[in-house]
């Protein structure tokens, strides 16, 4: 219970009467480590199971409950390996890391203006960004796929790559707005007697300040690009199967490929294992941008 | 540079030598940069293109027969939302994106409150295991929701593969038909989108929490508050404005579900777990009703837009905007 903290009561007192309060704290103790102890089985248990079946011979999926398989095999990866995993990997890797540096590209500039700059009309400009926020992109996805046609964008991962760039725009640029607005503008005014023009400010002064922002946004867009469907499906949909990302491959698997269960679990592993890495590895700046971002209460 | 030029002008000397020194590259880079445009271009030009333009087009073909199978289109104003609210399947699909969202919507923000008041107490206390068990309610959360779909296919198989259905069957009960029973379907998609969902509203909640000042919390203990009356007067209040975020955002990511869903049970048995966003997918991508399916949309958009200003009355959030 948030606020239940006794500061004055510790827990390893060993006074042989212990007192009510700390009595109701031992208790608020276990309570915490049982919802921690079904909060991870809950969430950590289907991922496990996954990857004990992805380490199944084919006859051992029907059989026993046991996390661990009694005979693990990689078949079932060498298969999937061999149906082009790789490929639709390095594919989205390619179209993840353009625009990832699209974003920050785009957004950075714009995100200083908007922080920086008095101009008519900026108000309302802010406004629609964020309102562009609250719509979903499943919403346009129609049109969206009409213009990709017309501009001759569909079936190519730079065209795919430029889609993101447009619909991750809104949300990374009030993030790095809300960075910028942080960093006193006594930095700008140091900078512009110096002799600094605006984009000498940016480039030298305010860059290193607004960093930890930029690589929020890097992390963040990293991961939903990463794991986009919607609009991969869409617009590489009738590309060559070497074309696709890994989240269209992996259901490809599932519909079209694969007869084996143990196939379609190493495929999702596969799938799982580099972005779970990515996050644990940089999950505390994720964390800090989600909180800092989305709640200014 | 700028200043320079001021004081220079008065002078005719000056005024000759800002003439030259205006043709400067480095003066033109000078001025070009001073101008918001110049930032705001590229990011005005990409939502132009990929947000705005079809926001405006999907609501000109709502209005229109266009098809993917055939050239051009003629406008026939409202007859697809005409035929849109005639339609079983559109009911159909309204009731169960209700069912779903108003289920996905209560779930995730009570779990996610729990967990983070659980996690929140746990690193006042100085507890074990909050770091741990907040990362592996994020992993949940960023794995593609394609394969998180396929996860729980995986999970809920009716045969002895299914996870679930092999314990149930070791306990001699019979095999629960998670998928291909209607009902039971709708609630797998609603448990399968908890296990998404709930690391958002968790990490939300956690971080306002964290906001709350020690200080209330002491003098709520002063006035004699006990842990309840101090989580109903002190927590939840000081809350309200992550509330009113959390709530909007679960409200839309739950409305406009669409890849879970498609991977877990593709909107079946028949239609018992189609929402809106899968509807209109296949309307517009596998029936080729361009018209149709972007009324769908336009449904969709408006019953977002119209959920989130109902939030903005009932949580009263005008003082704090």
């Known amino acids: 219970m948030a606020g239940s903290t006794d500061t004055d009561t510790t827990p390893d007192s060993t006074r042989s009467r212990l007192s009510g309060s700390q009595i109701r704290l031992y208790f608020y103790d276990a309570a915490t480590y049982l919802v921690y102890a079904l909060a991870a089985a809950f969430f950590m248990f289907p991922v496990l199971w996954v990857i004990s079946l992805s380490l199944r011979t084919e006859g051992a999926v029907y059989s026993a409950l046991n996390l661990i398989p009694s005979d693990p095999t990689l078949d079932a990866y060498r298969t999937v390996i061999d149906s082009g995993i790789l490929g639709w990997m390095r594919n989205t890797l390619v179209v993840t890391v353009v625009s990832v540096l699209g974003i920050i590209l785009v957004t950075t500039p714009a995100a200083y203006a908007f922080s920086r700059f008095r101009f008519r009309g900026r108000r309302t400009l802010l406004l629609a960004v964020l309102g562009f926020q609250m719509i979903s992109p499943i919403v346009i996805v129609l049109p969206l796929y009409d213009i990709m046609r017309t501009l001759g964008l569909t079936e190519s991962h730079a065209g795919l790559a430029l889609l993101y760039i447009g619909l991750q725009i809104p949300f990374s640029l009030w993030l790095l707005k809300g960075y910028f607005d942080t960093i006193p503008t006594a930095l700008d005014k140091a900078a512009r007697i110096d002799g600094c023009n605006r984009l000498q400010t940016l480039r030298y002064v305010l860059l290193r300040p607004v960093m930890p922002g930029i690589a929020v946004v890097a992390i963040f867009n990293f991961v939903l690009t990463w794991s986009e469907f919607v609009m991969a499906y869409t617009m590489l949909g009738p590309a060559g199967q070497d074309e696709y990302t890994l989240s269209m491959g992996i259901y490809l698997f599932d519909t079209q490929l694969a007869t084996q269960w143990t196939n379609i679990a190493a495929a999702a592993v596969i799938g799982v294992v580099p972005i779970i890495l990515f996050f644990v590895a940089l999950q505390r700046y994720f964390v800090r941008g989600l909180t800092d971002g989305a709640v200014k209460g | ?225 006990g842990p309840l009356a101090r989580f109903r007067h002190v927590t939840l209040p000081q809350l309200k404005p992550v509330m009113f975020v959390v709530t909007i955002l679960v409200t839309i990511y739950s409305l406009n579900s669409f890849d879970l869903i498609f991977a877990l049970t593709d909107g079946g048995p028949g239609r018992a777990t189609e929402v809106i966003a899968l509807a209109m997918y296949k309307t517009g991508f596998d029936s080729y009703q361009m018209g149709l399916a972007s009324a769908t949309a336009v449904v969709l958009l408006v019953i977002t837009l119209t959920i989130t200003a109902v939030y903005f009355v009932v949580f009263d959030v005008s003082e704090e905007i």
């Open chain 2, 1 to 225: 540079m700028a200043t320079e030029r001021t004081i220079e002008d008065s002078s005719l000397g000056g005024r000759i030598r800002r003439t030259v020194s205006r043709s400067t590259v480095g003066d033109i880079v000078d001025r070009v940069v001073s101008r918001p445009l110049f930032w705001l271009l590229p990011a005005v030009l990409f939502i132009a293109v990929f947000q705005l333009y079809p926001m405006f087009e999907v609501f000109r073909m709502s209005l229109t027969d266009a098809s993917q199978l055939t050239q051009g289109e003629s406008y026939v104003w409202l007859e697809n939302y005409r035929q849109l609210f005639n339609s079983e399947r559109f009911r159909s699909t309204l009731s169960v994106t209700a069912i779903y969202s108003a289920s996905s919507i209560i779930l995730q923000l009570a779990l996610g409150l729990g967990l983070a008041v659980a996690i929140d107490y746990g690193v006042r206390r100085g507890l074990r295991g909050p770091l741990v068990t907040r990362v592996v309610v994020l992993s949940a959360w960023i794995i593609p929701g394609i394969i998180i779909g396929l996860v729980w296919k995986i999970m809920l198989l009716e045969t002895n593969v299914g996870v679930l259905n092999n314990g149930l069957g070791q306990l001699g009960l019979d095999i629960v038909p998670f998928r291909s029973d209607p009902d039971m379907a709708v609630i797998s998609v609603i448990i399968a989108g908890a296990w998404r969902g709930t690391a958002f509203s968790m990490i939300m909640f956690y971080a306002g929490l964290k906001r709350v000042p020690d200080q209330l919390y002491r003098a709520a203990k002063v006035d004699g508050a």
